[in-house]
C-alpha cells in the first residue's frame, strides 16, 4: 500500500479544495493511503477508513518568506507533511503552498541525492502531441551551470520514464536555435555535456530545441535554466489566457453569437477540456531524497486531485530508486564534467 | 515626402509576396514612396509613379551564415537596400531576411548611435488591452548586462513615443517575479539602473513584470535579454499554433461539428482576426543611425505591408531623432552606470 501525506493547508483555498480532492482520490484508488496534515480543527469533518490526521499547528503563507518557512514556523502543515516521507510514514508528500517555502524546506529536511546539486521543479506542458511535454527546472534556479542543466536532464528522464514507461525519453536543450553554435557559453557547453551523455548512453539527447517545440511535443524533456522555465511558463499561462478571454468575448459579443456559442457548445466544452491546464497540474520537486509534489496554489479539486494522482503514479512507481539509479549510472559523467567544468571544449 | 527601401528579396516567399504587399501600400499611402531592392529580372513586373528600382545582382539566403552575408555577398539586396538609407536616399529599410545578417548588415553599414552598444530589436506582442506590448531585446543578445538592458529601456520608449503618441511609456523588466529581490544578478542591477532612471525623470518605470505581464498589458514595453525574449516569443508561437490547431480539429471532428461551426462562423472569424499575429508584424532594429524592420520571414502580402506601414510611420514621425534624443538626454546615467556598472548597489 502506498501513503501519501497531504499538506491540506496549502494553495489558495486550503482545506476547502484539499479535502474534496482527497475525499474523491481515495475514492479512485482503493490501494492509496492518506495521511493529512494541518490544523486539526480545519480538518475535523473529514473520516475515512484510509486517511490519518497528523496534526500541525502552523501554515506557512502563501506569501511567506522562506526565512520564516525555515526557522520560524517549525510545526507548520507543509513541513509535518514532509517530515513524513523523511520519516518514511509517506513515500510522497503533496502541497500546493508557497514554492519557495517548499523547495527549501524539502531540501532542509530530505536532503539532495548524491550527484545533484540543486532540485528541480519539473512542469508538465500539454503538447500537440496529446500528451505532455516535461519541462525543467521551474524551481527558480536561477543562475544554472551547463553541470545543473546536465543533472536536471538525468532527473528529467527518469521521472518520465518512471510516470510514462518510456525506456529511453528524448531530452532537448532550449535554446535560440537549433545549431550548436546558438546560445550563450553556458548553453554551448551544456549542449557539449549532454551529447557525451548521450554517446555514453546515459540520456537520450535529441539537441537544441526552440521555445515552440515545447508545445509541438518534439521532444519528451527539455531543460532549462530556471529562469527561462519560469518566463516560458508564465507567458504561456498569460497568452492561453488572453486567448481564453479573447474567445469568450466574441461569443458573448451580441444575441447572434449566443446562440452561435449554444451551437457550439460541445465543441467548445471538448476544446476546453482538451486545453484545461487542471489535467496537467503536479510538477516534482527532484533530486531530493524523498518525493514532493508540487500543486499550483490556485488549483481547485479537480487540479488538485491530479496532483495528488501523480504523486501516486511516482511512489507507487518507484521513482525515488529510479532516478537514483539514473545518477550513479551517470556519475562518472557528472562527476568528470564537474571537474573539468570549466574546459569542457565546444564542438565547432 | 517619406521614402523607403524594400529588400523585395528576403523571406521565404521573396518578391511574390513583397511585390504585391508593395502595390497595396502605395495604393494606401498616397505621400509615400517605395525603393524597390532586387535582381532586375525579378521585379521587371512592377511598375508605379512612386516606385523606382534599384539593382542588387545577390540575395542573402535564408540559411546564409552572417559571414557570407557581410564578406561575400557585397551586392546582396538586404545590404543595398540598407545601403539606401545611409545614402539618405530612403529614411527607412525593411526586409523579411535572415535576422541575423539584417543585423550584422544594419550594424555594420549604419553603426550604432552614441551611447548604444547593441542594436536591438523590438517586437509587438498584442495584449488582452487590444494593443501590443513591445518587448525587446529579440535579437539574440544572448548575454546582457545591466548597462545593455538600460539602453533597451531608452529605445523601446523612444519607439513606442515616436509610434503611438504616448509621452512617457511605461517599462517593465521581465523577471520570475515582482519583488525586487528576485531574479539574478545582472537583473537585480538592471532593476537598480532601471528605478535610478525613472528617478532622474528619463524614463517610466514600472518595475518588474513577469511572463504573464506580456500579454496582459501591464506595461507598453517589457525589457529582457535576447536569449529570454527569444523564448518567450517561440513559445508564445508555439502554444498559439497548438491552441488553433485543437480549436480546428474539434470542429471538423464530424458532421455535427462542421454545422456548428459554419454557425460561429461570423465569431470565430472575428476572433481569428483578433488573434492574427500578421497584423503585428514588423520589428524595429533599434539603436542604429537609420531605420531598419524585420519582417517575419514567413509573412504574406497583408503582413509584410504591416511591416511596410510601421517603417512607414517610424520614419515620418521621426523616430531617429526621438530615439537620439532620449539617448542624449539619458548619456549621464547610461555613462555614469557603465562606469560604475559592477558597483551598482542592489537595494535590499
Redesign the interface.
Given at each position: 500500500m502506498t501513503t501519501l501525506a497531504v499538506d491540506c493547508m496549502g494553495g489558495d483555498h486550503g482545506p476547502r479544495v484539499t479535502l474534496a480532492a482527497c475525499r474523491s482520490f481515495l475514492d479512485r484508488e482503493p490501494e492509496a493511503r492518506l495521511i493529512l496534515v494541518g490544523v486539526p480543527d480545519a480538518l475535523k469533518g473529514f473520516s475515512h477508513p484510509r486517511a490519518t490526521v497528523v496534526p500541525a499547528t502552523e501554515v506557512v503563507a502563501m506569501d511567506d518568506p522562506v526565512e520564516v518557512a525555515l526557522r520560524r514556523k517549525k510545526d507548520s502543515s507543509m513541513r509535518v507533511a514532509i517530515q513524513q516521507v523523511k520519516d518514511g510514514a509517506a513515500q510522497a508528500a503533496v502541497s500546493a503552498g508557497n514554492t519557495g517555502a517548499l523547495m527549501a524546506l524539502a531540501r532542509y529536511l530530505l536532503k539532495t541525492v548524491d550527484g545533484i546539486d540543486r532540485p528541480a521543479i519539473a512542469y508538465p506542458m500539454?503538447?500537440?502531441r496529446g500528451g505532455a511535454t516535461t519541462v525543467l527546472d521551474l524551481g527558480?534556479n536561477?543562475?544554472c551551470t551547463e553541470q545543473h542543466l546536465l543533472q536536471f536532464a538525468v532527473m528529467g528522464s527518469a521521472l518520465v520514464s518512471a510516470l510514462k514507461g518510456v525506456e529511453s525519453p528524448t531530452v532537448g536543450l532550449?535554446n535560440?536555435g537549433e545549431e550548436v553554435i546558438k546560445?550563450?557559453?553556458v548553453?554551448k557547453k551544456a549542449g557539449e555535456l549532454l551529447r557525451s551523455a548521450a554517446a555514453a548512453g546515459d540520456l537520450n539527447f535529441h539537441g537544441n530545441v526552440?521555445?515552440?517545440?515545447?508545445?509541438?511535443g518534439t521532444t519528451d524533456i527539455v531543460v532549462?535554466d530556471?529562469?527561462?522555465g519560469?518566463?516560458?511558463?508564465?507567458?504561456?499561462?498569460?497568452?492561453?489566457?488572453?486567448?481564453g478571454?479573447?474567445?469568450k468575448e466574441?461569443?458573448s459579443?451580441s444575441i447572434?453569437?449566443r446562440?452561435?456559442?449554444l451551437?457550439?457548445y460541445?465543441?467548445?466544452s471538448?476544446?476546453r477540456r482538451?486545453?484545461d491546464h487542471r489535467r496537467y497540474n503536479g510538477a516534482a520537486l527532484l533530486g531530493l531524497r524523498g518525493l514532493v509534489f508540487k500543486s499550483h496554489g490556485s488549483a481547485d479539486a479537480f487540479a488538485f486531485e491530479q496532483a495528488l494522482a501523480r504523486a501516486y503514479d511516482a511512489a507507487r512507481n518507484n521513482l525515488l530508486d529510479r532516478v537514483q539509479a539514473r545518477i550513479a549510472h551517470a556519475r562518472p559523467l557528472l562527476e568528470s564534467g564537474a571537474d573539468t567544468g570549466g574546459a569542457v571544449a565546444v564542438a565547432p
Open positions: 500539454p503538447n500537440a527558480a536561477v543562475d532550449l535560440i546560445g550563450s557559453e548553453i526552440e521555445g515552440n517545440d515545447i508545445f509541438k532549462c530556471g529562469f527561462v519560469n518566463i516560458a511558463l508564465k507567458t504561456s499561462e498569460g497568452l492561453a489566457s488572453m486567448i478571454g479573447f474567445l466574441e461569443f459579443r447572434f453569437t446562440l452561435a456559442a451551437a457550439a460541445p465543441v467548445l471538448a476544446f482538451r486545453v
